[in-house]
């Protein structure tokens, strides 16, 4: 089925140091969304990416889409201890796909 | 005000027992959505009501019963509870392109039912 690839699973860093987690897809997406879930939480919209190579920034967060509209990112700057939980990638299409998701845990 | 609600939000049980999540969205969205998060994290869409007419229905066993009464609300029956039913449950809202099926904007989720199964 249409699916998107998230990766990695995991991933611990240090405090200060940066993150990134990756999407991919095998099929050109329309769009894609990203979604933050905090440890116990529900996961809550961060953005929607529409265009090819469209970069847009929240704060410390950057978002792009890549030109062939089949892989996105997620990268943060200078991590923090609020940045932890999972972030998802989502096709909004169909079935509402979620990729599988990036826990990440900051060590103080 | 809470804009996607869903009860209970813990939920203990025995196999074999049958139990039901409620889950009511005022955002005025036309479409209501049933994920299961299992301990992996992983997030899997069961169902999709779109004003009131199923219109996702993934490969669920048939002990699940979605049910929904108005657009504003989705519940989830589930019969003869099995111990991998034990997940979080989470109802979401959002509008749907009729045209292109996708959702517009954002989902809403609500806050999630912890579903155990003993």
């Known amino acids: 089925g249409q699916q998107v690839m998230q990766i990695p699973q995991y991933q611990h860093v240090q405090e200060g140091e940066d993150f990134t987690t990756y999407c991919n897809s095998s099929t050109t997406l329309s769009n894609i969304q990203w979604y933050k879930q905090r440890p116990g939480g529900h996961p809550v919209f961060l953005i929607q990416?529409?265009?090819?190579?469209e970069v847009k920034k929240q704060k410390r967060l950057t978002f792009q889409f890549g030109e062939a509209k089949k892989n996105s990112s997620l990268h943060i700057t200078a991590t923090q201890t609020t940045d932890v939980g999972t972030y998802f990638c989502a096709r909004p299409s169909g079935k509402s796909t979620f990729g599988d998701g990036t826990t990440l845990t900051v060590k103080p | 005000d809470t804009a996607v609600s869903q009860t209970p939000k813990y939920l203990v049980t025995q196999m074999g027992n049958d139990k039901s999540i409620k889950c009511e969205q005022n955002?005025?969205?036309?479409?209501m959505y049933w994920y299961k998060q299992d301990s992996k994290k992983f997030l899997k869409i069961m169902f999709s009501?779109?004003?009131?007419?199923?219109?996702i229905n993934e490969t669920v066993p048939n002990r699940f019963s979605p049910k929904s009464p108005d657009k504003a609300h989705l519940n989830l029956h589930i019969n003869s509870l099995e111990l991998g039913d034990s997940a979080v449950y989470f109802c979401?809202?959002?509008?749907?392109?009729?045209?292109?099926?996708?959702?517009?904007?954002?989902?809403?989720f609500g806050e999630g039912s912890r579903l155990t199964v003993l």
């Open positions: 990416l529409v265009k090819s190579g």
């Open positions: 979401a809202s959002s509008h749907r392109n009729p045209r292109t099926l996708s959702h517009t904007g954002e989902l809403f």
């Open positions: 955002l005025g969205h036309d479409t």
């Open positions: 009501y779109n004003n009131k007419e199923l219109i």
